[in-house]
């Protein structure tokens, strides 16, 4: 079955610098790859996705790249704000019966 | 954005006494739902999926009798925790997926569980 990994477990930043959040996994067969905010006693929130046919995706502040090749992809939050703080998931799926393998989670802290 | 409700938000109950969850997808038909659970500072772990009615697919590991999944319409999935106890207070997370052919699966706010 698919694995992945997720690191940093923990990554601190100062308000205004960049966050990278990296995630690898081991099923080729994965093709969409969705990233989740969840903040403190609530439910993961959709941030941003990115199929397997498309190598980059950004919304505003919020970014996204994927190698194939490598099987790693990405989250990139620039200019962060301390409402940006949270844990943040990454997943992979390869789209059988809907399941998300997810990751083990970072928690951002963005320092003001 | 396609939303999904859980409730209660969180309920406390006495060991040996069950506890139904409900899941609501309230703005689109969810032909699959998923049920998590979570531990404090932990990952999610799929507990099991199910699909409108049909019976839910159960992840190793996780107890059928245990843990009743019923996904008796588009919007409506209920999770009962029967006979719970103390190790099963928890928080349990629910996720809706539309159509077949769709990707996204949209997270309801979650149920904290305590079990006294």
């Known amino acids: 079955g698919e694995n992945v990994e997720q690191h940093p477990s923990t990554l601190s930043v100062q308000e205004g610098d960049s966050a990278v959040i990296k995630c690898t996994y081991s099923d080729s067969a994965s093709n969409y790859f969705p990233w989740y905010k969840q903040e403190l006693g609530k439910g993961p929130q959709l941030i941003i996705d990115i199929r397997s046919n498309v190598g980059e995706k950004k919304d505003q502040r919020i970014a996204v790249t994927l190698n194939k090749t490598a099987k790693h992809f990405s989250l990139h939050i620039t200019e962060t704000q301390p409402e940006d703080s949270a844990v943040y998931f990454c997943?992979?799926?390869?789209?059988?019966?809907?399941?998300?393998?997810f990751g083990t989670g970072t928690s951002l802290t963005v320092i003001p | 954005g396609a939303v999904v409700s859980q409730h209660p938000s969180w309920v406390i109950c006495k060991s040996g006494t069950s506890v139904k969850i409900e899941c609501r997808s309230l703005?689109?038909?969810?032909?699959?739902m998923f049920w998590y659970r979570q531990f404090p500072k932990q990952s999610l772990m799929l507990m099991a999926t199910?699909?409108?009615?049909?019976?839910?697919?159960?992840e190793q590991g996780v107890e059928k009798d245990k843990f009743l999944i019923n996904h008796a319409s588009l919007t409506l999935s209920t999770l009962t925790v029967t006979s719970a106890h103390p190790e099963d207070s928890s928080f349990y997370i629910c996720s809706a997926a539309g159509t077949s052919g769709t990707y996204e699966q949209y997270f309801g706010p979650g149920t904290r569980l305590t079990v006294t």
């Open positions: 199910s699909n409108e009615g049909s019976k839910a697919t159960y």
């Open positions: 997943a992979a799926s390869n789209m059988v019966g809907n399941q998300f393998y």
């Open positions: 703005d689109f038909q969810a032909t699959t």
